[in-house]
């Protein structure tokens, strides 16, 4: 009994010593006057979010004390004594006996401290969640200091980045000198104190790049701030002359924090728990025109051009020679003296000419004047350069070079230049107007009576055409929709000229346009030869014209003249995404990330057409070629021509008329002529494949096999991850591979019974549904039963066209 006794005694004391331990080792997040923090310790954030300790930087042996975020991979965001470093693994943190935060070596020497003048008798040191270092007087919970306030190359949620003149107080960023040395880099980034706040970047204090001014919501120097920045960068002022930046996060779960490396860069972090790293969402530096100045004074830099720098119009360049060098920094010149400059007042005035979408230049200044008043009184002032009138901003004038312009493809701000006023207005010679005037006397005649008898033949067409069309069996009327002229869209696309085609397909071809007013457009014109007519034209009006989504095209009107049938879309700048997976651009790769972007708005088009919108809509021809990319590479299902709209409660139909592509078909529809949403799950399961593969479907003509076919096989012998396109292919991708094949051959199962619908399959590739299924075997595995109609149908079909034929009519056997 007493051996049981004792052996009782000896759990309890080992159980206290145990909690005591375990109590005493746990996290804690402060640091009071009398504890210290050694080399194998750290303080954590109550939110477990950040942690404070002693480091080494990769391939260094020396140590910092530094704040980093609490992750697997190891990032330091602000580092005490990076001026310091510590030679041994000796060193303490605490708070000194004058109320100072301190770091001591070995010998006890102070190797860093907060220096602050005056003593705090009863502080202690608390790391916040924020990542934010306070040293709290606890007599009234006041912050006597702060890390925030000392920045180094990291900006966190409610950090200010301030540059006070007033206060003589400055906090920015300073880059570490490389990557394996936190010692103050070359490069800082602040922002400077103007009524109109830029933020820069300093190479030694000279900018290497720029913002462009703030507008009060974002900088317009960066066009796509909106949509990259969606953190909630704001600019915020105390009062005049004194700006400071901060990051306010909607969502405080997202991990997010700017960081300024080494290399001058700025970019923007957001932790992925899927790849357990850090997603860069934005950069400074993208493209070779972000660098400040890049094509010198009256230059202007656009990406997409090449050469990227072009003068201003109205200015030469100053060296020729060093500019076909490809040294653009020497800018441009004045190509004609200003009438303003001149001693005598012969001439007419000076003009503006005014430039779109611009990136504002550096060195303006703000005046508080309406839009008709700042350009007068830059008009009158010889030395006013330029004027611009941003909403939100003002009236901005510049009257120094014009300096560091970028042109973009969209967002900015227009820009008046000012220029002699021969090089607005093309003069013409005396006699060249006598010749012109006499010419057009003599054919001035017959052009009237010709375009007055056109106009009379294509309005008798027109409406004749438009009366026989308006009695559609659906009931869609065209007077409802916006109707062009023919002429206005033969004259958008320069009398449709085959350097504006887009592309071809049963319809016929597709032309880019541009209207009167600048709008740029996409204009599908009927051929007359075309195995597609009145109908599929009318059933296209019908079907899109009740449809409004991100990711489907939007029809802006029509046209029905005479014999001619034309359709009007919203133009798509990256054109068809058959082009970058196997048409004429591919050799433009496309990361893994947009390809993820491109499935799921195809995936979410087609969730809106069988769900969503007012009326169930099967298309029955998604294929590539079918899917336009806008600017951002962002997908719109297009080509309704076949789509059909169900009724009522409908889940599907039979019909003799077969339409579609081969390769994209389900056997039911293709065979059978029964279609339903599974036919178009079908097709996006095709679709799918040859996205994550690079491949057509009908590309495997030495095997007889179809992609469906060969993703199966590469399925059952546990190899899927052959199956992704070797240029996209990275590290850390193979889950997503394995995900989204084993999606692709769920669509393209032989039953229709067996595939998911398309709220499922958006489910399955957002990973909210975890586990998927196992597929079954894919329709038209191995040998093609239907090749010899489908290689005949396109040899007859497919001449001139450079996208997959589509099938009007089909005879199943």
Sequence with gaps: MGIRFGYFVLTLLLLLIFTCFFTFSSAINT???????????????????????????????????????????????????????????????????????????????????????????NSSAVLLDTGNLVLQDNSNGAYVWESFQHACDSWLEKMKIVPDLVRDEENILTSWTSPDDPAPGSFTLTIEPFDVPQSFVLKDGNPCWRTGPWNGQKYTGIPNMSSQYRYGLQVVSDYPGTPYQT???????????????????????????????????????????????KCGPFGSCDAQDRPICSCLRGFVPRSKNEWETGNWTSGCTRKTRLQCEQNNFVGNQDEFLKV????????????????????????IDCSCMAYAYPPGIGC?????????????????????????????????????????????????????????????????GYTEEKSKLNHDKHGVKLEELPTFRFMILSNATEKFNPSNKLGQGGFGLVYKGRLPNGVEIAVKRLARSSNQGVEEFMNEVEVISRLQHRNLVRLLGCCVES?????????MPNGSLDAYLFGSHINKILSWKIHKVIIEGICRGLLYLHRDSRVKIIHRDLKASNILLDEAFHPKISDFGMARIFGGKDGEANTTRVVGTFGYMPPEYALRGIFSEKSDVYSFGVLLLEIVSGKKNSSFD??????????????????????????????????????????GLLCVQEMAADRPNMSTVLSMLSSEIAELPRPNQPAF???????????????????????DVSISIVEGR
């Design 31 to 121: 640091i009071k006057f009398n504890e210290s923090l050694g080399n194998a310790e750290a303080l954590i954030s109550n939110g477990n979010r950040f942690k404070l300790c002693f480091f080494s930087p990769p391939n260094s042996s020396r140590r910092y004390l530094g704040i980093m975020y609490n992750l697997p991979v190891m990032t330091v965001v602000w580092v005490a004594n990076r001026n310091k470093p510590l030679n041994d693994s000796s060193a303490t943190f605490q708070i000194s006996s004058d109320g100072n935060l301190v770091i001591l070596d070995g010998r006890k020497e102070i190797v860093w401290s907060t220096n602050l003048s005056s003593s705090v008798a």
């Design 247 to 293: 990051l306010m996060l909607s969502n405080s779960s997202v991990l997010v924090y700017v960081f300024l490396n080494s290399s001058g860069s700025v970019e923007q972090k957001v932790w992925s728990d899927e790849k357990k790293g850090w997603d860069v969402t934005w950069s400074s530096t993208s493209n070779e025109c972000d660098i400040y100045g």
């Design 356 to 379: 779109e979408r611009l990136k504002l230049p550096d060195h303006f200044r703000l005046f508080r004047l309406s839009e008709e008043e700042c350009k007068d009184t830059c008009l």
């Design 396 to 460: 901005l004038q510049w009257n120094r070079n014009l300096t560091d312009t970028q042109k973009f493809t969209y967002g900015g701000d227009d820009l008046h230049i000012r220029l002699a006023h021969s090089e607005l207005e093309k003069k013409q010679y005396q006699i060249a107007i006598i010749v012109t005037a006499v010419a057009l006397g003599f054919i001035f005649v017959a052009i009237c009576a010709y375009f007055l008898l056109e106009y009379l033949l294509s309005y008798r």
């Design 563 to 571: 014999e001619e049938k034309l359709l009007v879309y919203e133009y």
């Design 702 to 743: 030495d095997q007889q096999l179809f992609l469906t076919a060969h993703a199966w096989k590469l399925w059952n012998e546990g190899r899927i991850v052959n199956l992704m396109d070797a240029d996209i292919c990275d590290s850390g991708m193979e889950d997503d591979i394995v995900r989204y094949a084993n999606v």
């Design 781 to 803: 595995n191995g040998m093609r039963s239907s090749q010899s109609i489908e290689s005949s149908t396109k040899r007859s079909s497919s001449k001139g066209s450079v996208n």
